[in-house]
Each structure stands twice: as C-alpha cells, then as structure tokens.
C-alpha cells in the first residue's frame, strides 16, 4: 500500500521524524509532497528558513521514505494523489476533516501530532536567546 503525506518539514525536527515513520508504517512505500517556498510565502507570509532544495534533501535522506516532490499548491493533492497513485494519506491530526473530500480517491487518516514541539516555537526560542 503507498502511503502519501505532505508537509513544509522546516527546520527538522522530532515530530517530523514521528509522523513519517507513523505513516510510513500505515503501507509499504511513502511518498512526501514538500511545500515549496513560494506556497510557504503565500501561506504564512514568510519564507522557510531552510530552502526547498535542503527540506528535499533532507526528507530524502530518510530511510522511512521512498520518493520526494514538491507540493507547489495546497489546492493539488487531489491531482498528486492521483498522479503518484497513492492509496492513502497520511496528515497530522491540526488537519483533521479538512482532507475528508478526497476520501473518494483514497483512503484517509489523521494521526495525533507531537505534543510540545513546533518550528514556530523552534524560532522564538532561537530567537529570543
Ligand atoms: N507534525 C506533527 N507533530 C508536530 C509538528 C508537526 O505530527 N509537533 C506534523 C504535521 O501535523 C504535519 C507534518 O508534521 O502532518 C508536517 O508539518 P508542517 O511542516 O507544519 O507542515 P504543514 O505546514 O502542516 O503542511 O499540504 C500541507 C502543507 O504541505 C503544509
């Protein structure tokens, strides 16, 4: 079964590794779609501070993952779930329902975030130091 999941994945951290490795255990094979720089910038009205390129590299470097692409819109999971033939994705549960419409495609499960660690906490602790 080939699990798909999505993400910014900035500033690398454990519950990164948690919810890929959770949902690389859901199937066989995990695809993950990183957000590119400019759907971060259109989102948050910032850029990542590691670029598109390294969050690539280092999601692929990941021995939990199969294959890296670049989500260039929040608007295409539908088209790169089909494109990658994905039978299910995999999200943290700050998504929860709001993939729900694709369950015609694929099957689709939230999965409890990490408690207490986020990149934006990340920045303000490195920041204020
Ligand atoms: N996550 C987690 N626990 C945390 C932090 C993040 O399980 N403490 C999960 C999120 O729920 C998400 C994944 O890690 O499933 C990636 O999180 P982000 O990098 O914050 O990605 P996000 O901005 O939510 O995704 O199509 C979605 C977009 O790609 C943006």
Known sequence: MRVITFGT???FHVGHVNILERARACGTELYVGVSSDKLNFSKKDRYPIYSEADRMRIISALSCVDFVFLEES?????DYIQQYEADLLVMGDDWQGKFDELSDICQVKYLP?????????????????
Do not use: A
Request: glycine residues 0%; positive net charge; proline residues 4%.
């Open 9 to 11: 994945f900035d500033v």
């Open 74 to 78: 929040l608007e295409l999971k539908r």
């Open 113 to 129: 975030r990490t408690p207490s660690i986020s990149t934006t906490e990340i920045i303000e602790v490195v920041r204020h130091k």
